[in-house]
């Protein structure tokens, strides 16, 4: 998504940059957050706050709107087969 976001090479070199420290950030925030929940309370409860992370997240993607296919020249889908 960052490429069609982008008008310039800089800007997406730019966005690469700020989306890889955003993802480093979070990992390293997540397995802290994981260790010390399991440290202080219990490994029960620290799986079970990570599916519900899960389970939040995927009703988060599931309201996202769903993209159009892309158009293909007419019958080249049916010649691959």
């Known amino acids: 998504m960052l490429p069609q976001l982008a008008r310039t090479p800089a800007e997406l070199a730019a966005a690469n940059v700020c989306w890889n420290a955003l993802d480093f950030a979070g990992f390293l925030l997540g397995s802290l957050l994981a ?7 219990s490994l029960d409860l620290g799986f079970g706050v990570c599916a519900g992370a899960f389970g939040l997240a995927a009703l988060v993607v599931r309201g996202l709107p769903v993209d159009a296919r892309p158009v293909t020249a007419r019958g080249s889908l049916e010649r691959r087969r």
């Open 35 to 41: 260790g010390v929940l399991v440290g202080l309370v």
